[in-house]
Nanobody
Framework: QVQLVESGGGLVQPGGSLRLSCAAS????????MGWYRQAPGKERELVAR???????NYADSVKGRFTISRDNAKNTVYLQMNSLKPEDTAVYYC???????????????WGQGTLVTVSS
């Protein structure tokens, strides 16, 4: 069984910064893709940033230049550094990983529980 545990959300003023973390635990062989998504009230979940094991990264246009995704392979952890936050960044942020587990060497896609980010003065 694999679990993703997120942390780092909270309330921040416009222009401020937050760093989200998402740590995977369980019988993991490798993690192919690590990503962050968000869902604002009344809207569909959308991709924020995603990185694959080769090092390639892509971002939503709305966060380019402000958000940075990074990973610590030794800790099976992905981070999202969010700078210059805007009220429209307010959402529940979810991490998602595509990983291979030891049981049967299966490929799984696993979601975190979500963490709320509120940008408001």
């Amino acid at each position: 069984q694999v679990q993703l545990v997120e942390s780092g959300g909270g309330l921040v003023q416009p222009g401020g910064s937050l760093r989200l973390s998402c740590a995977a635990s369980g019988s993991i062989v490798s993690i192919n893709v690590m990503g962050w998504y968000r869902q604002a009230p009344g809207k569909e979940r959308e991709l924020v940033a995603r990185g694959i094991s080769s090092g390639s990264v892509n971002y939503a246009d709305s966060v380019k230049g402000r958000f940075t995704i990074s990973r610590d392979n030794a800790k099976n952890t992905v981070y999202l550094q969010m700078n210059s936050l805007k009220p429209e960044d307010t959402a529940v942020y979810y991490c998602k990983m595509s990983l291979i587990v030891t049981l049967g060497y299966r490929l799984l896609e696993v979601w975190g529980q979500g963490t709320l980010v509120t940008v408001s003065s």
